[in-house]
């Protein structure tokens, strides 16, 4: 895999600005000069989670991209979300995802957080002294949201939240979590029965069990939120009680997907370079493997996989940023960047034959790194019948368009003053 920056392919030129070749270039640069000698590192210490690398990244206010200039932000919008996230996983899949694992909160914050919570959070956030996590998946339910069974009730003028989260990413590095829990008795629809809340990290009652090996992403950490009896004041609950669903879904929707679609594509550009790089080099008969039909035909498969699902990422994020209503693309670019990868990554394996199966070959990390972009944010399942609604034109709210970010971040909450 080349270490040389990149400048964007001319199939991008639609999507991007001249501060976007920036931000390009210095992602590249990062990514080169300050992942890739930690890389192996993590890939060498399964058991250890990463936390220099968030330092790093946090120096560079890259957790605050989408965040405004008001609140201390870089106020450079989705398309520059995918930008970094995108070249930093060419490089390493387990550094995008500690990044995009904060960028869905952050983004649930900027929607449906008060002007007094924005100002409360965010600038920590921008300033690299808050890390984030949402926490909505549960041992039992899964991803199904209206299967949540953590509660919280409410005590005078506190709530008090007890349950169990699993699969949270950063839930080693957060200093605070959003917390979706259900506040109502059984019987009301789930649309109302959820409520989202702000958890500091040292709240008491709030634990971390320790941090298991995953199959890949090694040094991310996604693990398990347990809280017992944890009371949080009033003022943190992050949204209106009752609009947990909402954010828990348009967080998923307009943050989840477009980042997974991101760090799938780093991870298929790392593929497609490794295995030309490879196949380059390789001498077979009177030439090297690259001069093989057979092998050819392969490759050209896994650029043209690359190349369509480079644009629909891009393209997705592109219409978010215009306000304009893009969920099914958002849908459409986590599930088809997932699958095309995850087919050119069995088809790396197969091309190097033996050779992919050495521990210490990347190909092997980009392998099981990829499988971590499929069950978040919704399986394939979920994609294809959210995408259904769309072929049958019963995706009546789109939250891409309800929550232009442009009108969500000029608005001061309902409480300023």
Known sequence: MSATPTPPPPSLRPYLTARHDLLWQEADAFATEQIAPRASRMEAAPGKVERKAADLMAARGWFAITVPAAFGGLDGGHVARAILIHRIARVSAAAAAILQATLIPVGALLHFATYEQKGRWLPRVAD??????????????????????????RTNHEWVINGSKIHIGNSHLAGAHLVVARTSRPGVSTSQALTAFMVEADRPGLSVPRHQTALGLHGFSAGRLSLDHVRVPEDNVVGEVGQGLAVAQSSSILYGRPNL?????????????????????????RGTLSDLPVLRDRVGAMEARL???????????????????CDADLINSKYLG??????SAQDAMELHGAHALDSEYVLQRLWRDIQHTYPPAGTGEIQRIRLADAAFDEDDLQWSERLAAEAAWARPGPTAA
């Open 128 to 153: 690299g002294s808050l890390l984030l996590s949402i926490a909505v998946t549960e041992p039992l339910a899964g991803g199904h949201i209206g299967g949540i069974a953590t509660t919280a009730e």
């Open 338 to 343: 997932h699958q095309w990868a995850a087919q």
């Open 307 to 325: 190349r369509a699902g480079r644009i629909l990422a891009y393209q997705a994020v592109h219409l978010l940023d215009q306000g304009l209503p």
């Open 261 to 285: 679609a991101a760090v799938s594509l780093g991870i298929h550009e790392a593929i497609v370079d490794t295995t030309t790089t490879r196949l380059k080099t390789r001498p077979r008969y």
